[in-house]
């Protein structure tokens, strides 16, 4: 036992984007004959279920999670789902680059593995790191960020925009929702060209996105029909860049989860807004629209009555 947490089943967890497949492959063969159990997906899971019971059991039984950063695996919502669910389930992640692209900001402060150059010694030094890992999340770089008075106003005037849409659309006053949505279609853009940096205007953008896309695919929604959209996956990764930032922000981690419902990634979904209600009880305050949202997709899960 360590910091109250059980012997994990196995050493390794390997999270990679399919196009950096030989990388991971490398690892797995060095690790394991350094004596460590390693589990790395090779069948079409990236084709199943996002963040199935079934994985999230694979990534809590592992010591660690090595996390392959990449171009591909920054834009890769099953790489990025990986580690939010390893640091949610209280795992250590060891982050590894494999070419220029910076990792996410909370782990600016974390050491780091460079696998660019002389692979071989980095991976026989990842192999003494994995086996001497503690059990437990990593201690993140915590979130700095400042308002101007400017950007407090632009943000509550977003805010109250965007319930006057989501409001709206509970009514079935679709018109009024179309009225709300395009005057703030008028405002997003200067507000992201004047801060586009914030994580909370990047937020409210994935949440701009996802009204976007409930205004006008609201009849086949309430039809039981989910579109297909650029739109979905470009809320989705406003919501990833947040979470770079702070993993455990509630308000990301419930729009992340909002998408993943409207993707019908369910078990996703399930486990954001678990993440979500519970980050928002150990801030003090309760997250009714995240609990909303969790009884909603606990319902189609057939976990819930509705």
Same mark, same amino acid.
């Given at each position: 036992m360590s910091n109250g947490l059980p012997e994990?089943?196995?050493?390794?967890?390997?999270?990679?984007?399919s196009a950096n497949l030989d990388a991971a492959m490398q690892i797995e063969k060095a690790l394991e004959a350094n004596g460590l159990d390693v589990w790395l997906?090779?069948?079409?899971i990236h084709l199943g279920t996002l963040l199935s019971d079934e994985l999230q059991s694979s990534i809590? @039984?592992?010591?660690?999670?090595?996390?392959?950063?990449?171009?591909?695996a920054a834009a890769s919502?099953?790489?990025?789902t990986e580690w939010l669910a390893a640091h949610h389930l209280d795992r250590f992640i060891f982050p590894c680059v494999l070419d220029d692209k910076p990792l996410p900001q909370c782990f600016?402060?974390?050491?780091?593995?460079?696998?660019?150059? @002389?692979?071989? @010694?980095?991976?026989?030094?990842l192999a003494n790191a994995v086996r001497g890992a503690k059990i437990g999340m990593n201690e993140l770089a915590p979130p700095m960020r400042a308002e101007s008075p400017e950007l407090r106003d632009a943000i509550q005037s977003i805010v109250t925009g965007q319930q006057l849409v989501t409001d709206s659309l509970g009514q079935w006053n679709v018109k009024k929702a179309e009225e709300a949505q395009a005057k703030l279609d008028e405002v997003m853009p200067e507000v992201l060209s004047l801060w586009p940096f914030d994580p909370m205007i990047l937020k409210l953008d994935g949440y701009h996105i996802k009204n976007d896309y409930m205004v006008r695919h609201w009849a086949a929604l309430q039809g039981g029909r989910g579109p297909a959209d650029p739109a979905l996956e470009q809320s989705e990764q406003r919501f990833f860049e947040a979470l770079w930032l702070d993993p455990l922000d509630p308000s990301g981690l419930d729009g992340l989860g909002s998408i993943m419902m409207l993707r019908r990634d369910l078990h996703a979904a399930e486990f954001f807004f678990v993440c979500a209600v519970r980050q928002a009880e150990r801030s003090g305050f309760r997250y009714d629209a995240a609990e909303q949202n969790l009884e909603t997709v606990r319902h189609y899960l057939g976990k819930q009555k509705p």
């Open positions: 994990p089943k196995r050493h390794a967890f390997i999270s990679h984007s997906d090779r069948s079409e809590s @039984d592992c010591r660690v999670l090595i996390l392959l950063w990449s171009e591909r919502r099953w790489v990025n600016e402060h974390n050491v780091y593995l460079d696998l660019r150059q @002389d692979r071989e @010694d980095a991976i026989a030094r």
